[in-house]
C-alpha cells in the first residue's frame, strides 16, 4: 500500500527559517491590571467620602427635606456642581500614580519583549553581534531597541495615562449620577451611602481585560519595530482564540505569510491590520528571518549588513567578501545595573491626603554597584 507524502509544514526546516513568536509577560498585565483597579478605587473612595461628609454638614434629610423646602432643587444642582469640581480636583491629584502606573507598566513591557524577542532570534541562527549594531537605543531601564522603539515609548506612557485617566472619569461620572438621582428621589443619607459603596470598587475583570489588551498591544508594536530594524519584514500570522469567541476572518488568516510593513487585509473591518491592532485581539505573529541570515551566521557583519540595506533586491547576484582578518579579543567592561522594586498592590498605601511619595518610590529605579567578586585579602 503506497504511502501518501506529507507536504512540508510553513515552520519545517527544509524551508526558510523562522523566528518563534513571542507572547506577553503575564506576570507584568496582572500587575497592571492591579495597579489600575488600586488607582481607580482610590479616586472613588475619596469622592464618596467627600460627597457623605458634605451631605452630613449640610443637614440633609432626604424626603422629609423635599416635601418641605420649595427651594430644594437649587441646592441639589449647586451639591451636584461642587462634587464634580472635586471630582475633578482628585483625578488631578491622582495623575502622578496613574502615570507611574503606566511609565512601569511600558518600561516592564520593552524589557520583558525585547529580551525574550532577542533570546528567539538568537536562537534562529542571528548573531548577537548582528542585533547589537541595529538596536542602538537605550531604554531608561538601560535595554537596547531599535531607534523607532525608542521613539515610541513616550507615546505609549502618554496613552496609558490617558487610557486610566478616562476610565476612572466615567467611573466618577457614575457616582455623581447615583448622586443626583437620590437627590431629586428625596432619598436618605443612609440608602444613598448604601447606593455609593456599591459602586465604589472598579470591577477586577474589567481591569484584567484592559491591562491584557494593553500587554499584546504593546508586545507586538515593539517586535514590529525591533524586527524591521534588522531587515525582517515577512511573518506568519498566529490566530490566539479568545475566552470566550474569536473573530471568523482571524480564523481564516492562521498560517497565512503577509508583509510586516503593511499588515494584512481583514474582510471585517475592510482595511490592512496588525497582530494586536483591533479591540482584545490576541493573534501574534512568527518572523520570516532573512535568508542570508538563516542560512549563514558565521560571516561578518559587513557583508550581511550589505546584502540588507543596499542591495535587498538583487538575490543571488551580489558577491560577498568576508573579511579573513582574525577579530581582535575585547573586553567588556563593568557596567551598572539598575534594580527595579515590583510594583504589586500591597506595595501602594490607599491614603486620602493623596501622599504621592509612597508610589512614586515604588516606580523610581536605584542605581546600585554590581558585587565585586574575588578572594578577600588576609589580614
Keep these: 500500500m503506497s504511502q501518501t507524502r506529507r507536504r512540508p509544514s510553513i515552520f519545517s526546516k527544509s524551508r526558510r527559517r ?11 498585565s496582572r500587575k497592571y491590571a492591579n495597579l489600575i483597579t ?12 467627600v460627597i457623605l461628609y458634605n451631605l452630613r454638614s449640610s443637614n440633609y434629610a432626604g424626603r422629609v427635606e423635599l416635601a418641605q423646602d420649595a427651594g430644594i432643587g437649587d441646592w441639589i444642582k449647586g451639591f451636584t456642581k461642587k462634587a464634580a469640581d472635586t471630582a475633578a480636583a482628585l483625578m488631578v491629584k491622582a495623575q502622578s500614580s496613574i502615570k507611574a502606573a503606566a511609565d512601569w507598566f511600558t518600561n ?9 524577542q532577542k533570546d528567539a532570534l ?25 531607534p523607532e522603539v525608542r521613539g515610541m515609548i513616550p507615546g505609549f506612557i502618554r496613552d496609558q495615562t490617558e487610557l486610566i485617566s478616562k476610565i476612572g472619569g466615567r467611573e466618577l461620572q457614575k457616582i455623581q449620577d447615583i448622586m443626583a438621582e437620590s437627590l431629586n428621589a428625596g432619598v436618605t443619607i443612609t ?5 455609593l459603596r456599591s459602586v465604589e470598587g472598579f470591577d477586577p475583570a474589567r481591569a484584567k481585560r484592559v491591562a491584557l489588551d494593553q500587554s499584546i498591544k504593546l508586545n507586538q508594536a515593539i517586535q514590529r519595530g525591533n524586527d524591521l530594524a534588522l531587515g ?12 470566550y469567541t474569536s473573530r471568523e476572518a482571524h480564523i481564516k488568516l492562521n ?5 510586516l510593513r503593511t499588515g494584512i487585509y481583514d474582510p471585517e473591518v475592510e482595511k490592512n491590520i496588525q497582530c494586536g491592532e483591533l479591540p482584545f485581539c490576541r493573534c501574534i505573529y512568527r518572523a520570516k528571518m532573512p535568508e542570508l541570515i538563516a542560512n549563514v551566521t558565521s560571516p561578518p557583519l559587513k557583508a550581511m549588513r550589505t546584502y540588507i540595506t543596499e542591495a535587498p533586491e538583487k538575490k543571488g547576484q551580489l558577491e560577498l567578501e568576508f573579511e579573513t582578518k582574525p577579530r581582535k579579543r575585547t573586553v567588556k567592561k563593568k557596567r551598572t545595573y539598575t534594580r527595579h522594586k515590583k510594583a504589586t498592590p500591597h506595595g501602594v498605601q490607599m491614603q486620602l491626603d493623596f501622599d504621592m511619595a509612597q508610589i512614586e518610590k515604588e516606580f523610581t529605579p536605584q542605581t546600585i554597584k554590581p558585587k565585586k567578586t574575588g578572594r578577600k585579602k588576609k589580614k
Excluded: C
Aim: hydrophobic share 40%; no cysteine.
Design 38 to 49: 488600586q488607582s481607580i478605587n482610590r479616586v472613588n473612595q475619596a469622592l464618596i467620602l
Design 18 to 28: 523562522y523566528r518563534r513568536a513571542v507572547e506577553p509577560n503575564q506576570g507584568n
Design 108 to 116: 516592564a513591557t520593552v524589557r520583558d519583549t525585547t529580551t525574550a
Design 122 to 146: 538568537k536562537t534562529a541562527g542571528m548573531s548577537e553581534a548582528f542585533i547589537a549594531e541595529h538596536w542602538t537605543e537605550p531604554t531608561d531601564w538601560g535595554q537596547y531597541v531599535a
Design 255 to 259: 498560517g497565512q505569510a503577509y508583509d
Design 232 to 243: 525582517i519584514t515577512e511573518a506568519v500570522w498566529i490566530h490566539v482564540p479568545g475566552q
Design 191 to 195: 440608602d444613598i451611602e448604601r447606593l
